[in-house]
Nanobody
Framework: HVQLVESGGGSVQAGGSLRLSCAAS????????VAWFRQAPGKEREGVAR????????YYADSVKGQFTISQDNDKNTVYLQVNSAKPEDTATYYC????????????????WGQGTQVTVS
């Protein structure tokens, strides 16, 4: 039973920082891909960053490159998303998702999703 649990969301002032966590269990964590997506009200869910948990290779959407950092703690089977210089347009529900095989940011390819954590930037 694959389980992804996000935490770390909340309210932050513009320019501030926060770190989101995604704790994974129930599958071979180190042979998969974990990604962060976000969905703002009235908008499509978009992929922002992904990490191949075996190699540690990362990739970012252009919209967050240089602002967000994805990382992992293999001992804790946890993936993090560091959000720096937060902007009001970063306000969204953030989801982590996992898939096997190659890593991507296409949401339709991810079968496993967390429940989401809300980030509000004002």
């Amino acid at each position: 039973h694959v389980q992804l649990v996000e935490s770390g969301g909340g309210s932050v002032q513009a320019g501030g920082s926060l770190r989101l966590s995604c704790a994974a269990s129930g599958y071979a964590y180190n042979r998969n891909c974990v990604a962060w997506f976000r969905q703002a009200p009235g908008k499509e869910r978009e992929g922002v960053a992904r990490i191949a948990t075996g190699s540690g290779n990362t990739y970012y959407a252009d919209s967050v490159k240089g602002q967000f950092t994805i990382s992992q703690d293999n001992d804790k089977n946890t993936v993090y998303l560091q959000v720096n210089s937060a902007k009001p347009e970063d306000t969204a529900t953030y989801y982590c998702a996992a898939k096997g095989g190659y890593c991507s940011l296409f949401k339709v390819e991810f079968p496993y999703w967390g429940q989401g954590t809300q980030v509000t930037v004002s």
